[in-house]
């Protein structure tokens, strides 16, 4: 079966533009969670979503949006973007809204801001 | 909030040495907690997921330990191998925002050969 997948690996953007990046969960997962890696740090709660509405929110400012599809899919939006959004964006999957459930992660999307 | 540390920040060990890495959190209501590995530049592979109700899980090499009430994690790593070199990442769900897993910032280890 496959993992998590996100769509692009890498990609680079000029300040100011937007991004959307792509997640395909674990085929019967129904919750996604986006999450923010700057180098050297853990990763830093975005976004969940659960049977397409958003359960939860982390301390991210506005210009970062999200939404799940009906096939359980999700995409990260960032607008207006700026230097310090440069950073590997982690999508994970579990089955359920939390608690005992246990989050895969896909490989990332490193997204560079120039 | 739920704050976590994991001291050291690196570690540099020869092949077969056994290990200890250490994660603690600030907040010991959490719903479980989970080990993960990083390669450079890559996402993260779950290694061992600990419920609260349990005290440690383990995993071929890898034993995983967890104690609530002083707030601590560790992950224990036998025989250790260049291959096992990576950072290691631990994460709480803390009961008052189980939505969102809590990250320290890693260990990162080197097996010398």
């Known amino acids: 079966d496959a993992g998590v997948t996100q769509s692009p690996t890498h990609l680079i953007k000029t300040r100011g533009q937007q991004v959307t990046l792509r997640c395909s969960p674990i085929?019967?997962?129904?919750?996604v969670s986006w999450y923010q890696q700057v180098l050297g740090q853990g990763p830093q709660f975005i976004f969940q979503?659960?049977?397409?509405?958003?359960?939860g929110r982390g301390n991210f400012p506005d210009r970062f949006s999200a939404r799940q599809f009906p096939n359980y899919s999700s995409e990260l939006n960032v607008n207006a973007l700026l230097l310090g959004d440069s950073a590997l964006y982690l999508c994970a999957s579990s089955g359920g809204l939390g608690w005992g459930t246990e989050a895969f992660f896909g490989q990332g999307t490193r997204l560079t801001v120039v | 909030k739920q704050e976590v540390t994991q001291i050291p920040a690196a570690l540099s060990v020869p092949e077969g040495e056994n290990l200890v890495l250490n994660c603690s959190f600030t907040d010991s209501a959490i719903y479980n907690l989970q080990w993960f590995r990083q390669d450079p530049g890559k996402g993260l592979t779950s290694l061992l997921l600990?419920?609260?109700?349990?005290r440690e899980q383990t995993s071929g090499r890898l034993n995983a330990s967890l104690d609530k009430s002083s707030g601590r994690s560790t992950l224990y790593i036998a025989a250790s191998q260049p291959g096992d070199s990576a950072t290691y990442l631990c994460?709480?769900?803390?009961?008052?925002?189980?939505?969102?897993?809590?990250f320290g910032s890693g260990t990162q280890l080197t097996v010398l050969p």
């Open positions: 600990i419920q609260s109700s349990q």
């Open positions: 979503y659960y049977e397409k509405e958003e359960r």
């Open positions: 085929s019967g997962h129904k919750s």
């Open positions: 994460a709480g769900r803390p009961s008052g925002s189980a939505r969102q897993l809590t």
